[in-house]
């Protein structure tokens, strides 16, 4: 197979030259036939596809090129354990994958697209390897998007079913209650699933919902458009302490 990106660990600048895989460098299979390799084992041992996915990455080369040391799980700022557990790999295994397919020179959207559809991973866990493998090779800071703005995230799991946390942000009087003198416009809303909100500095809110069982729920926001990183701050904080009075509001209902 032959090689198309470089896959020396460490920061590749989209502009950078692309050299040649040196022999001992491991080729990562292509999609087609890690799907087959997969599935194939998954049919002899019964293991299910991520784990199977996982164990099938992860084997040695025979000969392989020494790597300098890099926290991958720092600069992407999600930890290698949860990374495996939702996707089947480490940061490193996704690094080789995405620079082979040269994806430190597309666009966000196409990197995330490939990872979701080539290698079959649900959507929001697709977005997480995109963003970690974008700050892991410098194309943007923690917090900040491609286009060069920056947004505030922030997720909550409440002890109440997932109907009554949506009605909380859905129903105007009772998020007047955690949410107060907010002169908010809801653009679309998904029952139970997302809500997308232009603020009234006309950034723009989205917020997803899950269940997490019959009697727990998590709300997690997205604050983007913002200036700066330290518009980031400040709104996390703010979003930190409405999530607190939000707590407040479903306790005393």
């Not at 036939?33 to 040695?60: F, H, I, P, S, W």
């Not at 109907?163 to 009772?174: E, K, P």
């Not at 269940?211 to 913002?226: E, F, M, N, Y």
């Not at 701050?233 to 707590?247: F, G, I, P, S, T």
């Amino acid at each position: 197979m032959k090689l198309r990106g470089d896959s020396v660990a460490g920061t590749i600048r989209p502009d950078a030259p692309i050299r040649a895989q040196p022999p001992a460098t491991l080729p990562m299979p292509t999609s087609k036939d890690l799907k087959r390799l997969v599935r194939g084992g998954q049919q002899k041992a019964g293991e299910a596809y991520t784990a199977g996915r996982a164990g099938l990455l992860e084997q040695k080369p025979a000969a392989a090129v020494s790597r300098a040391a890099v926290d991958y799980a720092k600069l992407a700022g999600r930890s290698d354990a949860v990374l495996k557990a939702k996707t089947g790999c480490t940061w490193e295994r996704w690094v080789r994958a995405l620079d082979h397919a040269q994806a430190y020179t597309w666009p966000h959207r196409e990197i995330a697209r490939h990872v979701r559809e080539e290698y079959e991973v649900p959507g929001w866990w697709a977005q997480t390897v995109t963003v970690g493998y974008e700050r892991i090779k410098g194309l943007r800071a923690v917090g900040q998007r491609r286009d060069g703005s920056f947004e505030a995230n922030k997720s909550r799991t409440f002890a109440v079913p997932l109907v009554r946390l949506y009605r909380a942000f859905h129903d105007a009087r009772t998020r007047a209650q955690w949410l107060p003198g907010v002169d908010l416009t809801v653009r679309t809303a998904t029952r139970g699933k997302s809500m997308r909100i232009t603020w009234p500095d006309r950034t723009s809110v989205a917020v997803g919902f899950s269940s997490r069982g019959a009697a727990k729920s998590q709300v997690a926001i997205q604050h983007g458009r913002l200036a700066d990183r330290a518009a980031a701050a400040r709104m996390k904080q703010y979003w930190a302490e409405r999530l607190d009075a939000l707590e407040e509001v479903l306790a005393s209902e």
